[in-house]
Nanobody, 114 residues
């Protein structure tokens, strides 16, 4: 499975960004698609995940601000990020789980700063 993430950048506090991650290769039976992030000096943490059935899970810190969605026809997962805060600054990584194996994208930097 190959993952190509895009959509990061610099945004002011209160702004919005949308991340996209397209999966290719052996994409059958992808169970979970999600986003993690890693801020400088911190451990990588789950931001949001979505199951193939559409069930979602969010970190408490992003609930009500971020929305994860997936387009199964395009094998793409999205992360709509609204009301961004400086503490959302991190490298965001796309993640999928297939047949018990986790695959990671290359990471895209999100910087929230005025």
């Amino acid at each position: 499975v190959q993952l190509q993430a895009s959509g990061g950048g610099l945004v002011q506090p209160g702004g919005s960004l949308r991340l996209s991650c397209a999966a290719s290769g052996s994409i059958f039976d992808i169970v979970v698609m999600g986003w993690y992030r890693q801020a400088p000096g911190k451990q990588r943490e789950l931001v949001a995940a979505i199951l193939s059935r559409g069930i979602t899970n969010y970190a408490d810190s992003v609930k009500g601000r971020f929305t994860i969605s997936r387009d199964n026809a395009k094998n793409t997962v999205y992360l709509q990020m609204n009301s961004l805060k400086p503490e959302d600054t991190a490298v965001y990584y796309c993640n999928v789980v297939r047949a018990g194996v986790a695959y990671w994208g290359q990471g895209t930097l999100v910087t929230v700063s005025s």
